[in-house]
């Protein structure tokens, strides 16, 4: 038996999936001295039992083949108060570490400043997955950090979450 699939319009997909709320990381690992990372929407929790993550970088990203290469990195969770901070990290090329405080996390990889939470990682493997990858991380280090609440992406727009 076939399965015939419908050829969906790229512009009703995102409206479609719009619908569904995500929080916003920020990827990076350091290379040698220079700091890297790229703005993700796309991260879950995968397993406990090992603890593994997963984010899905565009298969476009100048960034993630160098983060690939260096194998650890860290997802940063980013705080409501980080709009400007992720539109840094959003776009490709230049500088995106410029004006960003930083330190180094426990396995090397960029911690960022006012950050909600911090989940540090190795790359165990990768999936081709249309336009984007999906990336398979095991956790070495997770950290949770005082915030307001988190930065929010519905309907193709930043926003927060409103406390009852």
């Not at 100048?62 to 409501?80: D, K, M, Q």
């Not at 960029?110 to 249309?130: K, N, Q, S």
């Not at 280090?141 to 988190?150: D, F, Q, V």
């Amino acid at each position: 038996m076939t399965a015939e699939h419908t050829v969906l319009d790229p512009r009703t997909m995102r409206d479609v999936m719009g619908n569904f709320c995500t929080g916003v990381t920020v990827i990076t690992a350091l290379d040698g001295d220079a700091p890297l990372g790229f703005a993700c929407q796309s991260f879950t929790s995968v397993s406990l039992d090992p603890p593994l993550v997963s984010f899905c970088p565009a298969r476009t990203s100048t960034t993630w083949p160098r983060i690939r290469e260096i194998g650890t990195l860290a997802i940063n969770v980013l705080a409501e108060s980080q709009r400007t901070l992720c539109a840094a990290f959003a776009v490709s090329g230049g500088n995106k570490f410029r004006g960003v405080d930083w330190v180094p996390g426990d396995n090397g990889a960029p911690a960022l400043d006012g950050a909600l939470a911090r989940v540090e990682a190795t790359v165990e493997t990768e999936h081709d997955a249309g336009d984007h990858t999906i990336v398979v991380a095991r956790v070495t280090g997770l950290t949770a950090l005082p915030s307001n609440g988190p930065l929010l992406f519905y309907r193709g727009t930043y926003g927060h979450f409103d406390r009852l």
